[in-house]
Each structure stands twice: as C-alpha cells, then as structure tokens.
C-alpha cells in the first residue's frame, strides 16, 4: 500500500502564509484531501479534490498539487487556524484510503 | 443538520470484542458510502474501513482484515463496526464519516467519535 508524508510541524506568524506538503506515490494518480483536527475534536474537511473547499471554510484556504506532492496553503494566517492537518488520498493498490502523519500548525 | 452520533465504545480486555454503532440524521443515509476512521492517543488518522451504500461491498485495512466486520443498516440509518480478537493496538478514538463522492474517496461529514481502551 501507499504512504504519505508530511512534515510534523511547522509554524507561521499571524497573518502570513504558509504551505503544508504532503508527498505520496497515490497523488500522481488520486487528488489530495485535507482534514483540520483541533485537540479533542473531530477532523473537519477543509479541501477536496485537491482544490474544493466545503461551504462554511475560508477562502483562506486552498490547495494544489502537481506530480507526487500536494499542498494547502492558508494566506493570512490566524489563531484559528493552529490544528493538526491531515492529506489523505485513495491508495494506488487497492481500494483503500491512505492519511498522512499529520502537520501540527503553530500560528506565531 | 447532518450528524453522525458514535456509541458503543468502552473497556475491552485483549483478545475481547465490542460492537460500535453510528447513527446518522439529516442526509439520507442509505445513498451514501460510509467510514470509520481510528486514532490512538497521541497518534495520526488511520482509515480502517468502508461500506457502500446497500452494504454488499466492504472495504478493510490490512490492520483489521479477518478481525472487524463493517455493516450497516439502512432502515436504522445506522452505521456499524464489529471488533474481535482486540489488542492494545486497537486502542483509540473510533470516528465515522460519510463518504462525500467522488474518485477521491473524500469524508465530507464526520462523528465527534467514541473511545475503544483495550487492557486488562
């Protein structure tokens, strides 16, 4: 099966911007997914299809992606935003999904 | 308001079994692919299995194969996850999701999720 990988932490001063990866072998084929996860709460869907955003998410948030690497980028970023960001995609093999490790976001 | 309600959860001694349910509301359930998705203490994400919707297709990680069963039942719009031969290593946070479409197999609505603790 597939793996992700993500960087495990990176931090970003209030109101700048900054890129989370997500690097994989299953996103030269599938669209990346991003999920924010704040202690004690449940993910919640912050990009599809590589660049969607469900109604009710900034439009400080976007994604991208190109060959085995998918990005989100929050511009401006604020105190809200400090989470736990999650990639996922389809695993290339089998029908199964596959998450990355996981960034921990630290707005400055 | 769509909503997914895990139950179900609880202390398990190794090698036991327990039966979470999801009950879901606001959406028509019986239309849609559905997930649970476990995160032990500390730890990332990990998918664990998918359902679709008429429950005749299921989908398993390798972690769980032969060891959980996914159901569901559309009259009870209520998703289900069967758990035997637990070990320690199932211990987590157990969430269901919906499944929003697509090639990429996005989860678009989730549970708040209930705990499995699997120790003597």
């Not at chain 2, 559309?74 to 269901?96: F, I, R």
Request: glycine content about 12%.
């Amino acid at each position: 099966s597939s793996e992700l990988t993500q960087d495990p932490a990176v931090s970003v001063a209030l109101g700048q911007t900054v890129r989370i990866t997500c690097q994989g072998d299953s996103l030269r084929r599938f669209d990346a997914t991003w999920y924010q996860q704040k202690p004690g709460q449940a993910p919640v869907l912050v990009i599809y299809n590589k660049n969607n955003r469900p109604s009710g998410i900034p439009d400080r948030f976007s994604g991208s992606g190109s060959g085995n690497t998918a990005s989100l980028t929050i511009t401006g970023a604020q105190a809200e935003d400090e989470a736990d960001y999650y990639c996922n995609s389809r695993d290339t093999i089998i029908d199964h999904l596959v998450f990355g490790g996981g960034t921990k976001l630290t707005v400055l | 308001e769509m909503q997914l309600v895990e139950s179900g959860g609880g202390l398990v001694q190794p090698g036991g079994s327990l039966r979470l349910s999801c009950a879901a509301s606001g959406f028509t359930f019986s239309t849609y692919w559905m997930h649970w998705v476990r995160q032990a203490p500390g730890k990332g994400l990990v998918w664990v299995s998918r359902i679709n919707s008429d429950g005749s297709r299921t989908i398993y990680a390798d972690s769980v194969k032969g060891r959980f069963t996914i159901s569901r039942d559309n009259a009870k719009n209520t998703l289900y996850l069967q758990m035997n031969t637990l070990t320690a290593e199932d211990t987590a946070v157990y969430y269901c999701a919906r499944e929003g479409g697509g090639l990429s197999l996005y989860m678009d609505v989730w549970g708040k999720g209930t705990t499995v603790t699997v120790s003597p």
